[in-house]
């Protein structure tokens, strides 16, 4: 069906199928097909206008996939130039507000992710804290909260965003987070008990029913 409405000019088809393709085991073989080829062609078209950022995304996307990270940043780029109202701003609002292209969230993320294993902390924490607090992404939360240190108040909150929206890892974070704050002395007791009852439903939501059976609560 993607193909059909690809043939019949659908770019955004095109985009979807060319994104799948990149994402099958079986992307080689397929590639060879008269229908794929006919589309990888397309996408070269729509690619060379530089005018799409989700078609400069999937490319970045793909660069990616293959290891080559540095020219992978510079489609990432350059989507956000093109699907930026205000590129020079590097987003950093506020508010929850709707993508400005199909797939923003994906460009930033990836982007993050090349950025952290490049060394560039600052720049990383950026690009997650523009998919997470800008466009509410479960995992940009996470992946956000991990970079601040432990006693930042943002952390716990990030972490909460993540794990409300079905991110274990943020679940068992925040459950570790309660037993360290439940071992802290000179606490009074139903304080302790009070840590120890969340760290075990953080635990149970995390799927790690053993830590949740190992966390001690006071009686």
Known sequence: MLG??????????????????????SSDRLSKTPLLVAALSRFRHILRKKQDPDALTLQGLILANEGD?????????????????????????????PPWWGWEASCHLTRARIL?????REEAIAAFRVAAVELDHAQAYFK????????????????QK????????????????????????????????????????WFSLAGNPTKREKTPVPA
């Open 162 to 201: 993540a794990a409300v929206s079905g991110v274990p890892e943020a679940c068992q974070l925040l459950g570790e987070s309660e037993v360290r704050m439940a071992e802290q002395p000179d606490q009074p007791k139903e304080k302790v008990r009070e840590h120890c009852l969340w760290a075990s439903e």
């Open 69 to 97: 990270d540095g020219k992978a940043l510079e489609f990432f780029s350059q989507a956000m130039e093109v699907g930026s109202p205000n590129p020079s701003s590097g987003g950093q609002q506020q508010d929850i507000r």
């Open 144 to 159: 956000l909260a991990t970079l601040l240190a432990e006693d930042s108040p943002e952390r716990g909150q990030y972490l």
């Open 4 to 25: 059909t409405a690809s043939d019949l000019g659908s770019e955004s088809s095109t985009l979807l199928l060319i994104r799948l393709l990149s994402q099958s085991s």
């Open 116 to 120: 952290l294993q490049q060394g560039r």
